[in-house]
Structure formats: C-alpha cells, structure tokens
C-alpha cells in the first residue's frame, strides 16, 4: 500500500500529490495527481488514455550523480588521525531529501516520464487502490480479466515491446510504471510483469511467425493472460534441475511434442489462456506455448498464501500434453537462444 506522510518543513502541502513531491516551479504540472484518498467521485477513469513512443532521448534530463549533488569541499584529505588534529572542519552544506525520493531519482525523469507515471499512478488510484485491501483479505483477485483488460486498454501489458499491438514505451517508462504499480500492490505489479516481460516477451523473441500474431495482440489488449511455467516443486533457485519433460512422437521435424511433469508458484495460472512452459528436451531445456485448454493441462489455485495475496498463483499439471510441431520454416531463428532466468541462468539452450 502507498504510504502518506506530512512533508516536512519548507516542503509545500497545497501542491495536490505534494506528500511524493517537492514544491515546484509555476507552471509545472507534471504530476500533480490526487492521491487515493483525495479523488473524488468524479474522477475520470483512465481508460481513454493509451501509451505509445515518443520521440526525442529517453533520459532528457538525465544527470550524473555529481552534477546532481556536489560533494561539499572538505579541503585538502587529512589523515586518519585528521579529526583530531587543530584543523577546523567545515560545516557540512545540509542538502534537503525527500523522504519519499531518498535517491534523488525525480531529478533523472525527463517531462514525458513524468506523464507517464503520473498516468498509471490514476490508473492504480480508481482501478486498484479502492479494491485491493479486499482483495489482499479475500486472497484473490475477482474481475482479473477486466482488470487486465484495463491495463491492456492503456497500453502497460507488454508494454516495452515492439509490434503487434503493444506500446513500444522505453525501459526507464516501463520501470517506472512497474513502481507505481508496485506502490499499490504486488500482485498487480506480478500480473502485468508475468503477462509483459515473462509470456509475452518470450513469445515476441523466441515464438514462431504465427505464434506471435496469434497471440501477442490479444495479450497486449488484455483479452488473453499469459502464465511463464518455469519453477518446480523441487527446483525453484535451481531450473537446470526441472523434471519436466518433453519428447518427440513421430517422426522428424513433424513429429508432435509431448509434455509430462509440474510447475509450482505459478502466477497468473489458473486464470491463463496460454502458458509458457520450459521442459527438458533432449537438446536442453525449450519453452513450449501451450494454450490451456490443451488436454493434459491443469491448473489448481493455491491458496493461504503470506504475501502477494491479490495475485492468482497456481500449480500447473502436464499430463501428456500434445502440441504439434510447427513447419520448421515457421520457426524463429531465435529459437536456439539462450534460457531467460528467472531466478538463476540455467545454462539449456531454450526455444518457444
Ligand atoms: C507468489 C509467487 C509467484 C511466483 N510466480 C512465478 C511464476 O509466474 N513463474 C515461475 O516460474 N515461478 C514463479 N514463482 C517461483 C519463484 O520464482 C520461486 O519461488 C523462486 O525461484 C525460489 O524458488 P523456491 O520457492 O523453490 O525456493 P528454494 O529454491 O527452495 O530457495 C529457498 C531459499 O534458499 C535460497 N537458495 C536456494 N538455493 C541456493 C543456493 N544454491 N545458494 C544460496 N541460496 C540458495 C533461495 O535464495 C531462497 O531464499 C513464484 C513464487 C511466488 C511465491
């Protein structure tokens, strides 16, 4: 949950959303939002705002530390014995911090980076924050379709990727939208990143022509949730050690794959239209796209979790799973690139 403290001295109250920013020049209303418990009813909702590129350098404002904060001059180094010696040590130039921004990272944002956190920050204030407490209580996350829909709507699924419908927003965007989400709860940060950087990006580098277009737009739109089946039972740090398995049956290129084992913790499961599954091959460890709806596939809710309760997190089942194999002049020349890492590299070549 967002946390709201007083500003302290010299630090302006009337400026709306001032317990997350400095007082600001005229004029600047780069993101001056209300905070949760000061919308009021009619606050728009933000659906009819959508991301996409701009132009121009990603990090306008960008600034190095030390151009940022000057050390103060100590004068000449003294030895370890210094703070004893006569010398008179220079008062220390007292530097105010925002309690909320401790690293100075506002400075860094350019206008345009601004904006677009500022619009998530709205999003996350009438689609999140008046919910998600009963949520977190119930351990659930009811209308997650419609929710995803709304976060497809504005552009934030998938939303550092190129192409087939998704915003094409830089990383410093994408990051700071991850923040604001963040900010209200975990598990809506989970659902987008899984969706984004996990399913849709492994379908967008590795996936087939027609894997892509197939999925990829009605990911980006919210209208599909994707899951990234990865972590075991037994192997959750350790992916190099996954039991699940897929072989060929048939003969050649055109043989079918068949999947058999478990994926554990597994966000978005239960709710997914597609799922990316890693297994071991015979070449390594590939991902597989399996739409769930494949006989074979189940996905149970775990419940009674401790933390990112407003999440869905399931256990998959793979019991026989028959995908069939796409003409090998589909297949991405990406698909012989190296595994993602979800928590440490495995080092099997993977493929989707
Ligand atoms: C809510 C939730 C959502 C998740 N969503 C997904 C998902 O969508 N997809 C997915 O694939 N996975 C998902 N995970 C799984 C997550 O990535 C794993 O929990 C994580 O990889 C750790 O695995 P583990 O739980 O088996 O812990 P373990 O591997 O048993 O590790 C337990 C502890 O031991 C430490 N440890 C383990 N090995 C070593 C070592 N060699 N050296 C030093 N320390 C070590 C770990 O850091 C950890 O602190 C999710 C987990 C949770 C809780």
């Not at 206008?111 to 659930?140: H, I, T």
């Not at 699940?244 to 999947?259: E, K, N, P, V």
């Not at 793979?318 to 796409?326: E, K, N, Q, S, Y």
Request: charged share 20%; net charge neutral.
């Amino acid at each position: 949950m967002r946390r709201t403290v007083d500003p302290p001295q010299g630090w302006s109250k009337e400026v709306p959303g001032s317990e997350r920013t400095k007082a600001k020049p005229e004029g600047d209303h780069t993101d001056d939002l209300p905070r949760p418990h000061q919308r009021g009813q009619d606050q728009p909702r933000c659906s009819t705002f959508r991301f996409k590129k701009v132009s121009g350098p990603v990090l306008a404002n960008h600034q190095t530390w030390s151009q940022r904060t000057p050390l103060p001059a100590h004068g000449p180094s003294r030895g370890l014995l210094g703070c004893i010696s006569m010398s008179p040590r220079p008062p220390r130039a007292r530097v105010k911090a925002d309690p909320l921004d401790l690293a100075g990272i506002d400075d860094m944002l350019s206008a345009e980076e601004k904006a677009v956190r500022a619009v998530v920050r709205q999003v996350c204030a009438s689609c999140v924050d008046p919910y998600v407490a009963q949520w977190f209580e119930s351990g659930d996350l009811p209308g997650i379709h419609e929710l995803a829909k709304e976060l497809g709507r504005l552009g934030l699924l998938g939303m550092h990727l190129e192409g087939y419908g998704c915003a094409g927003m830089s990383a410093v965007d994408y990051g700071l939208a991850c923040l604001e989400l963040e900010a209200s709860d975990s598990g809506i940060r989970s659902l987008v990143s899984v969706q984004g950087s996990l399913a849709m990006f492994a379908i967008w580098e590795h996936g087939t022509a027609e894997q892509k277009q197939q999925w990829l737009p009605a990911m980006a739109a919210g209208e599909s949730i994707g899951c990234f089946g990865l972590t075991e039972p037994d192997h959750g740090s350790d992916p190099a050690k996954m039991r699940t398995r897929a072989r060929r049956d048939g003969d050649g290129d055109s043989a079918d794959w068949i999947l058999n084992g478990s994926k554990m913790w597994i966000t978005n499961g239960s709710v997914a239209e597609v799922a990316i599954i890693w297994a071991q091959t015979d070449d390594g460890i590939r991902g597989f796209v399996v739409p769930t709806g494949t006989p074979g596939f189940c996905a149970t809710l775990i419940k009674h979790k401790m933390s990112l309760r407003a999440s869905v997190t399931s256990e998959l089942v793979l019991d026989g799973v028959r995908l069939p194999t796409m003409p090998s002049s589909q297949r991405s020349a990406a698909s012989s690139a190296r595994c993602p890492a979800w928590t440490r590299p495995a080092t099997a070549s993977c493929g989707a």
